[in-house]
Structure formats: C-alpha cells, structure tokens
C-alpha cells in the first residue's frame, strides 16, 4: 500500500490517514487504488470494529489534483471517464463500508474532499473544519462524487440545492447547526474526540453495529415497511448472535447486583 494513504490501529479501532499534505491531501491518478487498498485492509482486518478517516496536515480533502487529473488541453475522454468513475467507487465503498466510519476532518474539505466526509456515517470536527463546495469556480458540475444525493441527505433538497449551486462555504459553526458536523472542538482535541465517540462504538458488538449500519443505510431508500420487514430479518439474526448471548448475560447478572 501506498505511503499516500496510512493506517494505524489503536486497539479494536483503525485510522485511514490521507497522507499527501503537502498537496493538501487532494486526490491525483493513484487516489483511487491507494484508498481503496487502505478500506480494504481495515475491513478484512476482524479485530477492527471502526474506523476513524482523517487526513495529515491543516487541510482534510483538497479535491482533485489540478496538476495531475485536469489539463486546459483536450485529453482523452475515455481515460477521464475511468477516472471519475474509481472516484465515484470510493464514495460507495465508504458509504457502505461494512465497519462504521467516522470522519474526522482536521481542517477544509474541498469538492470531492467534501464528499468523502459525507460519505461516512458521521463528522467530527475541528473548528479549522470547513465543506467547499468549489465545482463551479473552475467549470464542473456540481454533480460530483455523490455530492447531491449525500448533501441532500444530510440538509434536505433546498439547502443542498443552495449550497451546490452557489457554491458556498459551510464553516465549522455553520456545519454544527445544520447537522453536517455532530461535535466541533479545537484542532489539538480532535484525535481524542475521535477516539473516545469510536470507543464507544468499538465498545459494542460488532455484529450489532454492522447490523445496525444497515439498516440506516438500506432505511430511507425502502421506505417504512420494507424498512421494518429487513430489521425484523437483521435483529432475529443478532438475537442469536454470541456476543448478544454474553452481552445480555453480564447485564443480567449486573442488574441481580
């Protein structure tokens, strides 16, 4: 794997680290196979139970890669098709990540840097954080790497809407009260933030959480009563699971206490 992309295991818990700050961590020719390796050896790991995305340096996501991925020259269409497309693939390899993924941005997520964020079950901030939603500014739809569907499902139509089309930028203060960000704290405090909301996941069955996670992410597109019949499935499952057994019996044994 790539030096552009690190991860680091705390106990039951993993970091996937952008690693290119000094170009803002943005995302050139080799993103694509360099993040996906880093997804695939967290989620193949079985003692990971979560996992943290963070980027190195003042910026979390700085978009794509100018120099390496765009040119004022016709390239060929073909090569830039794929090459969307491997981004397009990361945001789903995020968004239905078989671990919950926290995103903990570190500073500004530019374009596509944004939407990685997104991409994962939840943000927490550093109060540098910021979402620039730039496509505009240099020609390109706003249609980019799930940036309609993730921001509308996160703030509603109208405000994505607003936000991609003009082109804003969402600070930290305004991320927290629109939801986008769940904690916002100083840059030094963010690791720990981080570390403590995933330990509290991490303290938890993992066969729980993954069921869980599935169902919050199949929920809003099945609709109530479909939602419903898959949970019925999912939770007669965990009922049966080993570690709901063990759970259940030290709370039943705390509880004659």
Same mark, same amino acid.
């Given at each position: ?51 943290? &995305? ?49 995103? /903990? ?41 799930? /940036? ?31 939801? &986008? ?16 909301? /995933? ?26 009563? /479909? ?20 759970? &259940? ?9």
């Amino acid at each position: 794997m790539s030096d552009d992309v690190l991860v680091r295991k705390e106990g039951t818990i993993a970091w996937i680290i952008l690693n290119r700050p000094d170009k803002r961590n943005a995302q050139g020719v080799n993103f694509t196979p360099n993040l996906m390796a880093a997804l695939d050896q967290v989620e193949n790991d079985p003692d990971v139970t979560v996992a943290i &995305l963070t980027g190195k340096g003042p910026v979390f996501g700085g978009g794509g890669d100018m120099k390496e991925i765009m040119s004022v020259e016709p390239q060929d269409p073909e090569w830039e098709f794929e090459l969307v497309r491997g981004y397009n693939k990361l945001i789903s390899r995020i968004y239905h990540f078989d671990r919950p993924i926290i995103a /903990a941005m570190n500073g500004p997520a530019v374009g596509g840097g944004a939407c990685l964020a997104l991409a994962c079950d939840f943000v927490i901030a550093a109060d540098t954080a910021a979402f620039h939603f730039a496509f505009g500014r240099i020609g390109l739809a706003g249609a980019d790497m799930g /940036a309609p569907f993730l921001l509308q499902r996160h703030i509603g139509a109208a405000l994505a809407s607003y936000h991609i089309m003009v082109g804003t930028t969402i600070d930290a203060d305004e991320g927290k009260s629109l939801g &986008l960000f769940t904690h916002v704290v100083p840059g030094e405090d963010l690791e720990a933030k981080a570390l403590e909301v /995933a330990g509290k996941i991490a303290s938890q069955s993992r066969r729980a959480t993954t069921i869980t996670k599935l169902a919050l992410r199949r929920s809003p597109e099945a609709g109530l009563d /479909a939602a419903l019949e898959y949970e019925a499935y999912l939770q007669s499952f965990a009922f049966q699971s080993e570690g709901h057994k063990q759970r &259940l019996g030290a709370f039943l044994n705390r509880s004659k206490g």
